[in-house]
């Protein structure tokens, strides 16, 4: 019988599988150094981000494709990827009723809204199609604050010193293989300043949308939040449904100075593959990670991952100033064929700097679930505190579940706790449930959202209730 | 309200229940004893419908409807209650909010509205009086960390909740002291009345000192060897079941 209750996966549905049908630029398949020219030329760059990205391109071909992850899948042809796509009709507009109507519609379906209407009031949207941003919303409003949020190739152009002070100087392109092939080849992604004393007056959000198949989406996004400002930042990825797989390899920088306060918030939800096959999804392959500079800064990490056919991910914060603190809120959900190898890192540099991590990974059908953390303490990192919690859910006799925490403390006075557990969802439970009337699906759901609420918790109340839709789709006939 | 009629029961090839035939109506309570691997778990789960047990014979008729291929969660929304012997924790499940959804899948399947936590937090109120269980209780996760006897309570309490027509108390003494055992058969005799009914399945005699049943019925290899009145019960805990198996 446990066979047939839980293993039992029938087809979920992906309500973003959609292809828009645009007509777009795409560059030909390949990787060179013709083909980054081309790309910077089309993004009219100053000519110090092509030298950036050519030195970036060069290291990247010394170095080995990383395989010490907990995933398995076949190798790579980085030149049987188009590098470059976007919707031929849209240059971008800076008339936001100027665009096409097809991307508009595109956006709509996804519950993105383009217009700067009442109903979305508080979130500011930069949508990202393919390689480029076709659209941002309350630019013009924000800027009243001083607050610039703009796409990246907007900000190479305009804002060449604060990029060259800030771009690479937290993942640097010799940081790992996706880094320097991001730097490289990165299109777009979105760039945020907060200047000093400002407390963001709405959220921030990009959307990345991978449109074109065998499209790469190299996204770069850099948030910078001066003195005694804060952000909250949300982040939201689709795809349509293809039989091959797509490669999304991004590079998300944060800076936050004295006082400041970066609060970035992740629901995935790419195209994980064929259900039954396994065939297709997003390799989503990021580097992630934020620099708490200045004294009593703050970042904080929230991710719902429950996308990509394969997920390679693990932002991290760098404790450099004293007093500051890092966050890390993670559910992961893998089901049917999907891999997670997730995680993070908190360097501890600063004194009493203070990290927490709180990790939840569900597996479920025949998916593996790792979650991979680092916590260092330096020598100088005085007083600094770690409380690591790591909790992993199998339902089912088919999944996996992983954990590789590494402890690094150089500083006796540190305080450095972790928790660990592994549940499974049993029978019994299921059973016990129905014996009072509950089916099987909303007893997962409510067994799994329990596990979750803590990490829910921390979400933005939008994306909480985002996230807990999100579960529930995911988990939709995945028992018997 | 239930009819079994010659029902079989084979789990890993092993034939736990032998054409047992059972009739209980409205207003009855039904006590069934019987030794260790008699089969008196077997019923009762073969009744609410777990998966390990199918019956390869014979039939159940709940209100003169067939429920042997109806899922647990229907037969259970039909009115029929198990109290486990074992009641399984749910960790991250709120108590409250399990017996809640509970209560409203019933609610809904009766065409009746659902109660929101407040409305439904009144109705708790008196059922926690009949369950005679703290509310402290309710903000906890479902049966974890709980006693034996606070889970045979929490039992209780959902029973209270879901009124069932039917309820089957699967050794709902066992493992509780004298003070533990009153309260319980206090609170399922408060639960009687004359539209519903009551298997108790029990190993001993000490609770029918609470509770007065109409039937009692002794379970032998999967078979009812014998039924009578509470007065077997008595000469069962004199004489053992030895003597019955013997001399049936």
């Not at chain 1, 097809?102 to 993105?112: A, E, N, P, S, V």
Request: hydrophobic share 35%; proline share 4%; with cysteine.
């Amino acid at each position: 019988m446990k066979k047939q209750n839980i293993k039992n996966i029938a087809n979920q549905k992906y309500k973003f599988g959609f292809k828009t049908d645009i007509e777009s630029y795409i560059f030909k398949k390949g990787l060179n150094e013709k083909i980054i020219t081309q790309i910077s030329k089309n993004k009219n760059e100053p000519p110090y981000m092509l030298e950036f990205r050519l030195k970036a391109f060069k290291h990247w071909l010394t170095m080995p494709e990383p395989r010490w992850s907990c995933t398995t899948y076949p190798e790579i042809d980085f030149q049987d990827i188009h590098y470059y796509s976007a919707p031929k009709t849209n240059p971008k507009k800076e008339n936001l009723n100027k665009i096409d109507p097809k991307l508009k519609k595109t956006y709509d379906k996804l519950g993105i809204p383009l217009l700067e209407q009442k109903k979305l009031e508080g979130i500011a949207v930069d949508a990202i199609f393919d390689s480029v941003s076709v659209a941002t919303t309350y630019k013009a409003q924000l800027m009243e604050y001083g607050v610039i949020f703009c796409p990246i190739s907007e900000a190479i152009q305009k804002y060449p010193d604060l990029i060259k002070k800030y771009l690479g100087a937290i993942v640097p392109y010799t940081d790992n293989f996706y880094a320097a092939l991001n730097a490289a080849v990165f299109t777009d992604g979105s760039f945020v300043y907060i200047p000093e004393n400002t407390i963001c007056p709405m959220d921030l959000s990009s959307y990345f949308r991978i449109n074109t198949e065998k499209t790469g989406q190299f996204e770069r996004t850099l948030i910078i939040c001066e003195k005694n400002s804060q952000v909250n930042y949300l982040e939201g990825c689709t795809a349509p449904k293809f039989d091959t797989n797509q490669l999304h390899a991004a590079t998300v920088e944060l800076v936050a100075l004295d006082n400041a306060s970066i609060k970035y918030s992740t629901v995935q939800n790419w195209f994980a593959g064929d259900p039954e096959t396994g065939k297709g999804g997003i390799y989503n392959f990021v580097t992630k990670r934020g620099l708490c500079q200045g004294k009593k800064s703050k970042i904080s990490w929230t991710q719902v991952e429950t996308g990509s056919a394969i997920t390679w991910k693990y932002p991290s914060c760098i404790l450099k100033g004293d007093d500051s603190i890092g966050e890390f809120y993670s559910v992961a959900l893998t089901n049917h064929h999907q891999q997670a190898d997730t995680g993070t890192k908190m360097i501890h540099l600063g004194k009493n700097t203070k990290s927490t991590i709180i990790s939840i990974g569900i597996s479920v059908g025949k998916a593996v679930n790792a979650y991979r953390g680092e916590v260092k303490i330096s020598k100088a990192a005085t007083n600094a505190r770690n409380y690591t919690q790591c909790d992993s859910m199998l339902m089912g006799d088919q999944c996996d579940a992983y954990t590789f925490p590494i402890i690094e403390v150089n500083n006796a006075s540190a305080t450095v706790e972790h928790e660990a557990t592994t549940s499974k969802i049993s029978e019994d439970q299921l059973f016990y449930f129905q014996q009072r009337g509950i089916d099987t699906e909303q007893a997962v759901s409510a067994i799994i959202n329990g596990f979750c609420e803590e990490v829910f918790k921390k979400l933005p109340p939008e994306f909480s209730v985002e996230a807990t839709k999100l579960l529930g789709l995911k988990l939709e006939n995945s028992v018997g | 309200m239930l009819k079994i009629k010659n029902l079989s029961v084979k789990t890993n090839n092993i034939e736990i229940l032998n054409n047992l035939n059972l009739h209980i109506k409205a207003g009855e309570i039904h006590v069934i004893m019987g030794t260790n691997g008699s089969g008196k778990s077997t019923l009762a789960k073969t009744i609410v419908g777990h998966p390990q047990f199918k019956a390869s014979k014979g039939e159940i008729l709940f209100e003169g409807q067939n429920i042997l291929k109806l899922a647990p969660d229907k037969r259970a929304r039909l009115g029929i209650f198990l109290s486990f012997q074992y009641p399984t924790e749910i960790p991250g499940v709120n108590n409250a909010s399990f017996l809640r959804m509970a209560y409203n899948t019933h609610q809904k399947s009766q065409g009746h509205p659902a109660l929101d936590p407040l409305e439904f937090e009144d109705l708790l109120q008196n059922k926690l009086k009949i369950a005679n269980i703290s509310e402290k209780y309710l903000d906890r996760a479902v049966n974890a960390g709980f006693s034996g006897g606070e889970k045979k309570k929490n039992e209780i309490l959902q029973m209270a909740v879901l009124e069932p027509k039917l309820a089957i108390l699967d050794e709902i003494d066992s493992g509780l002291d004298i003070d533990a055992l009153k309260s319980v058969a206090n609170s399922v005799n408060s639960l009687k009345n004359k539209n519903n009914a009551i298997i108790l399945i029990t190993h001993y005699q000490r609770i029918l000192n609470y509770i007065k049943p109409d039937y009692v019925h002794v379970i032998h290899k999967g078979q009812i060897i014998k039924s009578g009145d509470k007065t077997l019960a008595h000469k069962l805990e004199k004489k053992g079941y030895e003597w019955l198996i013997t001399n049936p």
